[in-house]
């Protein structure tokens, strides 16, 4: 079945870096768009970023320039750098694989910005 396992969340400085993996599991991982998503205490799910099959990138505006996805198709993993981290950042942060008519989610990885 489908598995995707988010990693590398944790405590970190405001002006610290972080860098998110999700591995995938249970499905053709190259042939499928993949995004982060995060959601902040009292707030709904936002879109982070995203990368196509091609290795095409979308990133929510407030977020450009901060924060990288990337893919490794032979790890069967997505990566997300965050840097400059503001405490703004903190949430759980989710990816999702876009299929067929139906998308996969994670688990989550929590976030956490404070000094």
């Known amino acids: 079945q489908v598995q995707l396992v988010e990693s590398g969340g944790g405590l970190v400085q405001p002006g610290g870096s972080l860098r998110l993996s999700c591995a995938a599991s249970?499905?053709?991982?190259?042939?499928?768009?993949m995004s982060w998503y995060r959601q902040a205490p009292g707030k709904e799910r936002e879109f982070v970023a995203l990368i196509l099959t091609t290795g095409t990138t979308r990133y929510i505006d407030s977020l450009k320039g901060r924060f990288t996805i990337s893919r490794d198709n032979a790890k069967n993993t997505v990566y997300l750098q965050m840097n400059t981290l503001k405490p703004e950042d903190t949430a759980v942060y989710y990816c999702?694989?876009?299929?067929?008519?139906?998308?996969?989610w994670g688990q989550g990885t929590q976030v956490t910005v404070s000094s």
């Open positions: 999702k694989a876009t299929g067929s008519g139906t998308d996969y």
């Open positions: 249970g499905f053709t991982f190259d042939m499928h768009p």
